[in-house]
Protein backbone atom coordinates (compact mmCIF):
# COMPACT_ATOMS: atom_id res chain seq x y z
CA UNK A 1 0.00 0.00 0.00
CA UNK A 2 1.65 3.73 -1.36
CA UNK A 3 2.04 5.86 2.36
CA UNK A 4 1.23 9.37 1.86
CA UNK A 5 4.37 11.62 2.92
CA UNK A 6 3.85 12.63 6.02
CA UNK A 7 4.24 16.74 6.54
CA UNK A 8 7.26 18.26 7.16
CA UNK A 9 7.60 20.60 10.28
CA UNK A 10 7.98 24.56 8.85
CA UNK A 11 11.14 25.91 9.59
CA UNK A 12 11.35 28.04 13.00
CA UNK A 13 11.05 31.93 11.92
CA UNK A 14 11.66 33.16 15.22
CA UNK A 15 14.89 34.27 14.55
CA UNK A 16 15.89 38.21 13.71
CA UNK A 17 18.84 38.06 11.24
CA UNK A 18 19.94 35.51 8.69
CA UNK A 19 23.42 35.71 6.87
CA UNK A 20 22.78 33.44 3.14
CA UNK A 21 26.18 32.20 2.15
CA UNK A 22 25.96 31.04 -1.75
CA UNK A 23 28.00 30.34 -4.66
CA UNK A 24 27.45 32.48 -7.13
CA UNK A 25 25.28 35.21 -8.29
CA UNK A 26 21.05 34.15 -9.38
CA UNK A 27 21.60 31.11 -6.77
CA UNK A 28 19.69 32.11 -3.99
CA UNK A 29 16.94 33.36 -6.85
CA UNK A 30 15.62 29.76 -8.09
CA UNK A 31 12.90 29.73 -5.23
CA UNK A 32 14.99 30.94 -2.15
CA UNK A 33 14.47 34.75 -2.55
CA UNK A 34 10.61 34.03 -2.08
CA UNK A 35 11.77 33.00 1.64
CA UNK A 36 13.90 35.73 1.67
CA UNK A 37 11.30 38.10 0.91
CA UNK A 38 8.79 36.96 3.54
CA UNK A 39 11.36 37.43 6.03
CA UNK A 40 12.68 40.69 5.55
CA UNK A 41 8.54 41.49 5.09
CA UNK A 42 9.20 40.39 8.89
CA UNK A 43 11.51 42.79 9.53
CA UNK A 44 14.02 39.87 9.53
CA UNK A 45 17.45 41.78 8.25
CA UNK A 46 19.38 39.37 5.51
CA UNK A 47 22.59 39.78 4.67
CA UNK A 48 23.83 38.25 1.07
CA UNK A 49 27.48 36.90 1.11
CA UNK A 50 28.24 35.82 -2.64
CA UNK A 51 31.65 33.87 -2.37
CA UNK A 52 32.18 34.76 -6.62
CA UNK A 53 31.15 36.90 -8.62
CA UNK A 54 29.86 34.27 -11.21
CA UNK A 55 32.11 35.00 -13.85
CA UNK A 56 32.83 31.70 -15.36
CA UNK A 57 28.61 31.78 -16.08
CA UNK A 58 28.44 33.46 -19.48
CA UNK A 59 30.22 31.64 -22.42
CA UNK A 60 31.44 33.70 -24.93
CA UNK A 61 31.74 36.99 -22.99
CA UNK A 62 35.14 37.52 -21.22
CA UNK A 63 35.24 36.64 -17.23
CA UNK A 64 36.23 40.27 -16.70
CA UNK A 65 33.08 41.97 -17.97
CA UNK A 66 30.73 39.04 -16.91
CA UNK A 67 31.55 39.44 -13.26
CA UNK A 68 30.72 42.70 -12.76
CA UNK A 69 27.72 42.72 -14.71
CA UNK A 70 26.48 39.75 -12.36
CA UNK A 71 27.37 40.82 -9.39
CA UNK A 72 25.47 44.02 -10.16
CA UNK A 73 22.36 41.71 -11.43
CA UNK A 74 22.65 40.09 -7.85
CA UNK A 75 22.60 43.51 -6.33
CA UNK A 76 19.11 44.65 -8.81
CA UNK A 77 17.94 40.77 -7.65
CA UNK A 78 18.56 41.80 -3.75
CA UNK A 79 16.88 44.69 -3.72
CA UNK A 80 13.36 43.19 -5.08
CA UNK A 81 13.46 40.98 -1.81
CA UNK A 82 14.07 43.98 0.55
CA UNK A 83 18.00 43.07 1.07
CA UNK A 84 20.39 46.16 0.84
CA UNK A 85 23.44 44.48 1.97
CA UNK A 86 25.73 42.49 -0.85
CA UNK A 87 29.24 41.66 -0.67
CA UNK A 88 31.03 39.47 -2.54
CA UNK A 89 34.51 37.85 -1.55
CA UNK A 90 35.46 37.01 -5.08
CA UNK A 91 36.76 33.61 -5.30
CA UNK A 92 37.10 31.64 -8.88
CA UNK A 93 33.83 30.94 -9.96
CA UNK A 94 33.71 27.56 -11.01
CA UNK A 95 36.89 26.12 -9.25
CA UNK A 96 36.06 27.52 -6.00
CA UNK A 97 37.90 24.85 -3.15
CA UNK A 98 36.66 23.66 0.05
CA UNK A 99 39.90 24.13 2.75
CA UNK A 100 40.61 26.75 5.45
CA UNK A 101 41.13 29.87 3.29
CA UNK A 102 37.37 29.85 2.86
CA UNK A 103 36.62 28.59 6.42
CA UNK A 104 38.38 31.43 7.35
CA UNK A 105 36.67 34.08 5.17
CA UNK A 106 33.32 32.81 6.13
CA UNK A 107 34.20 32.59 9.68
CA UNK A 108 35.00 36.06 9.72
CA UNK A 109 31.97 37.28 7.89
CA UNK A 110 29.73 35.20 10.56
CA UNK A 111 31.74 36.92 13.23
CA UNK A 112 31.42 40.21 11.63
CA UNK A 113 27.69 39.96 11.19
CA UNK A 114 26.32 37.94 14.16
CA UNK A 115 23.65 35.96 13.12
CA UNK A 116 21.06 33.71 14.05
CA UNK A 117 20.80 31.96 11.29
CA UNK A 118 22.57 30.36 8.33
CA UNK A 119 21.10 30.16 5.03
CA UNK A 120 22.99 28.18 2.19
CA UNK A 121 22.03 26.20 -1.03
CA UNK A 122 22.05 22.44 -1.37
CA UNK A 123 25.31 20.63 -0.67
CA UNK A 124 24.90 17.07 -1.62
CA UNK A 125 26.90 14.98 -4.85
CA UNK A 126 23.61 14.88 -6.86
CA UNK A 127 20.65 15.86 -7.21
CA UNK A 128 17.66 13.16 -6.66
CA UNK A 129 17.21 12.81 -10.80
CA UNK A 130 20.79 11.68 -10.44
CA UNK A 131 22.22 14.77 -11.99
CA UNK A 132 25.85 16.24 -10.63
CA UNK A 133 25.42 18.90 -8.34
CA UNK A 134 28.25 21.34 -9.61
CA UNK A 135 31.72 21.38 -7.24
CA UNK A 136 31.44 25.14 -6.44
CA UNK A 137 27.66 24.35 -4.72
CA UNK A 138 29.18 21.87 -2.49
CA UNK A 139 32.34 23.11 -0.94
CA UNK A 140 30.27 26.25 0.05
CA UNK A 141 27.53 24.35 1.90
CA UNK A 142 30.00 22.21 3.41
CA UNK A 143 32.11 25.28 4.55
CA UNK A 144 29.05 27.22 5.55
CA UNK A 145 28.32 24.66 8.03
CA UNK A 146 31.95 24.44 8.99
CA UNK A 147 32.30 27.78 9.81
CA UNK A 148 29.29 28.63 11.45
CA UNK A 149 31.18 26.22 14.16
CA UNK A 150 34.00 27.55 13.78
CA UNK A 151 33.14 31.40 14.02
CA UNK A 152 32.74 30.46 17.91
CA UNK A 153 35.70 28.83 19.11
CA UNK A 154 38.16 31.72 20.02
CA UNK A 155 41.34 29.22 19.03
CA UNK A 156 40.26 28.55 15.41
CA UNK A 157 41.34 31.08 13.24
CA UNK A 158 42.91 33.09 15.65
CA UNK A 159 44.00 36.01 13.40
CA UNK A 160 40.34 37.34 13.49
CA UNK A 161 41.18 37.92 17.41
CA UNK A 162 43.83 40.22 15.79
CA UNK A 163 41.09 41.86 13.66
CA UNK A 164 38.89 42.41 16.50
CA UNK A 165 36.42 40.05 15.55
CA UNK A 166 35.64 37.96 19.12
CA UNK A 167 33.55 34.47 18.82
CA UNK A 168 30.37 34.71 17.75
CA UNK A 169 28.35 31.03 19.32
CA UNK A 170 24.85 32.42 18.07
CA UNK A 171 24.63 30.46 14.81
CA UNK A 172 21.52 28.77 15.84
CA UNK A 173 21.37 26.46 12.47
CA UNK A 174 22.07 26.59 8.96
CA UNK A 175 18.70 26.33 6.37
CA UNK A 176 19.45 24.51 3.28
CA UNK A 177 17.30 25.44 0.17
CA UNK A 178 17.36 23.29 -2.94
CA UNK A 179 17.10 20.42 -1.79
CA UNK A 180 14.29 17.54 -2.25
CA UNK A 181 12.23 15.20 -0.41
CA UNK A 182 14.98 12.66 0.53
CA UNK A 183 16.74 15.41 2.29
CA UNK A 184 14.14 18.21 3.71
CA UNK A 185 13.67 18.29 7.63
CA UNK A 186 11.30 21.34 6.96
CA UNK A 187 9.13 23.42 4.73
CA UNK A 188 8.70 26.87 4.20
CA UNK A 189 5.47 28.22 3.49
CA UNK A 190 5.96 31.52 1.00
CA UNK A 191 2.54 31.97 -0.72
CA UNK A 192 1.96 35.75 -1.33
CA UNK A 193 5.52 35.85 -1.60
CA UNK A 194 6.58 33.50 -4.55
CA UNK A 195 6.22 36.41 -7.53
CA UNK A 196 8.14 38.67 -5.76
CA UNK A 197 11.21 35.88 -5.87
CA UNK A 198 10.55 35.09 -8.98
CA UNK A 199 10.60 38.94 -10.23
CA UNK A 200 14.55 38.77 -8.03
CA UNK A 201 14.91 36.35 -10.21
CA UNK A 202 13.93 38.49 -13.33
CA UNK A 203 17.12 40.79 -12.76
CA UNK A 204 19.67 38.00 -13.79
CA UNK A 205 18.75 39.25 -17.31
CA UNK A 206 22.12 38.47 -18.84
CA UNK A 207 22.24 35.52 -17.38
CA UNK A 208 18.77 34.19 -18.53
CA UNK A 209 19.05 35.60 -22.01
CA UNK A 210 23.00 33.48 -22.22
CA UNK A 211 20.30 30.35 -21.53
CA UNK A 212 18.60 30.95 -24.25
CA UNK A 213 15.33 28.38 -24.88
CA UNK A 214 16.42 26.56 -21.29
CA UNK A 215 15.17 29.84 -19.54
CA UNK A 216 11.88 29.68 -20.96
CA UNK A 217 10.47 27.10 -18.79
CA UNK A 218 12.43 27.65 -15.65
CA UNK A 219 9.62 30.34 -14.18
CA UNK A 220 7.01 27.55 -14.75
CA UNK A 221 8.88 24.82 -13.38
CA UNK A 222 9.89 25.92 -10.63
CA UNK A 223 6.03 27.57 -9.56
CA UNK A 224 4.92 23.88 -10.08
CA UNK A 225 7.82 22.75 -7.62
CA UNK A 226 6.78 25.22 -4.93
CA UNK A 227 2.83 24.44 -5.50
CA UNK A 228 3.52 20.87 -5.65
CA UNK A 229 5.65 20.87 -2.46
CA UNK A 230 3.08 23.35 -0.54
CA UNK A 231 0.25 20.45 -1.44
CA UNK A 232 0.79 18.41 1.85
CA UNK A 233 0.96 21.30 3.98
CA UNK A 234 -2.40 23.09 2.86
CA UNK A 235 -0.02 25.88 1.27
CA UNK A 236 -0.02 27.50 -1.79
CA UNK A 237 3.52 27.46 -2.50
CA UNK A 238 6.05 26.06 -0.52
CA UNK A 239 10.33 25.32 0.02
CA UNK A 240 11.54 22.68 1.30
CA UNK A 241 14.49 22.96 3.04
CA UNK A 242 16.86 20.98 5.42
CA UNK A 243 18.14 22.11 8.75
CA UNK A 244 21.58 21.82 10.32
CA UNK A 245 21.87 22.32 13.57
CA UNK A 246 25.15 24.40 14.91
CA UNK A 247 24.24 25.64 18.21
CA UNK A 248 20.30 24.98 18.34
CA UNK A 249 19.09 22.31 21.29
CA UNK A 250 17.82 19.38 19.92
CA UNK A 251 14.20 18.08 20.89
Known amino acids: MERT ?100 DLSRAIRRHRPDVLITLNHHLKFSSGHLNMADHRHVGMATFDAGRDAGNRWIFRELLDEGLEPWNGVRFVTVLGVDQTAATHAIDVSGYWET ?44 TELVLINEPWG
Open 5 to 104: PKPLPTMPENWQKGLAIVAHPDDLEYGGASAVAKWTAQGKEVIYLMVSRGEAGIDGINPSEVGPLRAQEEINAAGVVGVSAVEFLNYPDGIIEYGLPLRR
Open 197 to 240: GLESLRQHQAYLDNLGAAAANTFQILTDHARQSGQTLGFQHALL
